[in-house]
C-alpha cells in the first residue's frame, strides 16, 4: 500500500497491492475494452501503461504514484481541461 491506502488490484509481479498508479482513466471502443485496460494500466504503471495504450489505440491519462500525470497524445481531445505530460 501507498501512506496506508490499499487497493484491491493485485500486482501479479509482487502479489501484492499495486501502488504504481493511484488513477488511470480510458477511453476505447468499448467499456469492457476501456475498463480492462484501465485495470492493466493502473497495474503497470504510467511507463509501460502509457506503451499498452499507445498499441492498442486507446487513450488514456494515468495519475502515477508520486502525483504526475502521463496521458497518451490524443486524450487532449476528451478533457475539457487537459493536464500537461509532467513524467
Partial sequence: STDGVSTHLIDPATGGAATSAISATVVAPTAMVADAL???????GPVRGLA???HH????????ADSTHVMTSGMA???????????
Avoid at 484501465?38 to 503497470?44: D, E, L, Q, R
Avoid at 481531445?77 to 513524467?87: G, L, Q
Fill in 77 to 87: 481531445k476528451w478533457i475539457e481541461h487537459p493536464v500537461t505530460n509532467v513524467a
Fill in 57 to 64: 489505440g486507446a487513450d488514456g491519462l494515468i495519475i502515477a
Fill in 38 to 44: 484501465a485495470t492493466a494500466v493502473y497495474i503497470m
Fill in 52 to 54: 499498452l495504450l499507445e
